[in-house]
């Protein structure tokens, strides 16, 4: 076999070889962010589900030691102040009325492998009253910055603006 040919054909193995070396790392870099999505899905609705239980431990394992939380014209700086938040509320005498986040139009933007920022709708319902019906008694938009930490997502910045 001509040389020239000889060190084509190798170069032509070797090209395809390392295309599907790159594809694969693609494969696993798709299959992490798909599980990164999951995990911060997750976390948006495990939000909701441990502060309508009034379950202080839940709620405070959602966020970073260092979260910043502004609402309502309201600011809680570090873990200290979301569990005293979260405290007041589980202790707070119940509502006459069960009330239940929905969280929806869920948006998620990956800014780095360990970052990503997150928008959704949130609504409060409220009910049942006398004749059966809930009502949406509050609505509004979650802006996150969630971060991954230790392996596990949690949410660094949160800013429910009114």
Same mark, same amino acid.
């Not at 599907?20 to 962010?33: F, G, I, K």
């Given at each position: 076999?001509?040389?020239?040919?000889?060190?084509?054909? !190798?170069?032509?193995?070797?090209?395809?070889? #390392?295309?599907s070396?790159?594809?694969l790392?693609?494969?696993?870099? #798709?299959?992490? /962010?798909?599980?990164? =999505?999951?995990?911060?899905?997750?976390?948006?609705?495990?939000?909701?589900?441990?502060?309508?239980? /009034?379950?202080?431990?839940? =709620?405070? %394992?959602?966020?970073?030691?260092?979260?910043?939380?502004?609402?309502?014209?309201?600011?809680?700086?570090?873990?200290?102040?979301?569990?005293?938040? !979260?405290?007041?509320?589980?202790?707070?005498?119940?509502?006459?009325?069960? %009330? =239940?986040?929905?969280?929806?139009?869920?948006?998620?933007?990956?800014? %780095?492998?360990?970052?990503?920022?997150?928008? %959704?709708? $949130?609504?409060i319902?409220?009910?049942?009253?006398?004749?059966?019906?809930? !009502?949406?008694?509050? #609505?509004?938009?979650?802006?996150?910055?969630?971060?991954?930490?230790?392996?596990? $997502?949690?949410?660094?910045?949160?800013? !429910?603006?009114?």
């Amino acid at each position: 076999m001509h040389r020239l040919t000889r060190f084509v054909l !190798i170069l032509v193995t070797i090209t395809v070889g #390392m295309s599907s070396l790159e594809s694969l790392a693609a494969d696993a870099r #798709m299959d992490t /962010r798909a599980e990164d =999505y999951a995990e911060i899905q997750t976390l948006i609705v495990k939000y909701a589900h441990v502060y309508d239980a /009034r379950d202080v431990e839940g =709620y405070v %394992s959602v966020f970073t030691d260092d979260v910043k939380f502004t609402f309502n014209g309201g600011n809680l700086n570090g873990i200290g102040e979301v569990r005293e938040f !979260i405290t007041n509320v589980a202790n707070s005498p119940e509502p006459a009325m069960k %009330s =239940y986040h929905s969280i929806s139009n869920t948006l998620i933007e990956f800014v %780095s492998d360990t970052e990503a920022h997150h928008r %959704s709708y $949130w609504q409060i319902i409220m009910g049942p009253y006398d004749d059966g019906q809930y !009502i949406v008694g509050n #609505m509004g938009v979650y802006e996150d910055v969630i971060v991954k930490e230790n392996g596990k $997502w949690l949410i660094k910045q949160r800013n !429910i603006p009114f």
